[in-house]
């Protein structure tokens, strides 16, 4: 929970204790409650209400899957480029880039060493 451990939760009691003071403590914990069961009621309402939405349909996503924690870009593409027969058959090997032959960068490349003019060069700006 964001981190938090209980020692940590125990040190933050404390200190509201201190602040408070044993008079509007109680107070602010009842606060504290009803905005947990608050926050609680608005999920558990977005919950309710998707399922409503969706249908049927709503217990047949699988949940895990849409998790953002399983995102991989890599893997994403790799799969959209490639049927996933051909993944299964193949070893796990990194293919490396072959640069275009026709490509820009290689021309420009090309038409460089093919000249014989030197570099150019203004002795005045220098």
């Known amino acids: 929970m964001f981190g ?10 404390i200190v509201a204790v201190f602040l408070l003071g044993p ?8 606060q504290l409650a009803r905005l947990v069961k608050q926050l609680r009621n608005l999920a558990n309402g ?6 409503d939405e969706m249908g049927p349909d709503f217990d047949d996503v699988d ?3 849409l ?3 399983q995102y991989d870009p890599r893997r994403i593409i790799r799969e959209a480029l490639t049927d996933e027969d051909e993944l299964k058959g193949q070893s796990a090997t ?4 072959v640069p275009n032959p026709d490509g820009a960068y290689l021309q420009r490349k090309r038409a460089r ?12 700006a220098t």
């Open 113 to 124: 060493e093919a000249s014989s003019l030197p570099a150019p060069f203004d002795s005045e």
């Open 94 to 97: 990194v293919s490396r880039a």
């Open 4 to 13: 938090l451990t209980f020692e940590k939760i125990l040190l933050i009691g």
């Open 67 to 69: 998790d953002p924690r």
């Open 23 to 30: 008079e509007r403590l109680p107070h602010y914990a009842a």
């Open 63 to 65: 949940w895990k899957k």
């Open 46 to 51: 977005a919950k309710d209400r998707m399922r």
